[in-house]
């Protein structure tokens, strides 16, 4: 994540609105850098989980408003949503 865009953009993906809408998320905070960025995720884990944030941020995202799907921009550093996810 290298822009304030980006951080807007994982936000969105995060407050998604279908199949894979987290009931437990709380709010964002991201810190973009051209190198390695910061992101801490707040969510309340008795209704949610990593792994479903994981998946909500790698995953494309249909956006019934607009009436399209959005590709995820993001990957996870040893995460794979189609296969098996390393430690």
Do not use: H
Not at 33 to 38: N, W
């Amino acid at each position: 994540m290298t822009c304030r865009g980006r951080a807007n953009k994982l936000i969105l993906f995060l407050e998604r609105d279908d199949v894979l809408e987290i009931d437990g998320y709380l709010k964002t905070e991201a810190w973009p850098d051209p190198g390695v960025a910061r992101i801490r995720i707040t969510y309340d884990p008795s209704q949610t989980d990593p792994g479903a944030l994981k998946e909500a941020i790698a995953t494309s995202y249909f956006d019934t408003w607009q009436g399209f799907a959005r590709a995820s921009p993001f990957e996870i550093e040893g995460y794979e949503p189609w296969g098996d996810e390393d430690g």
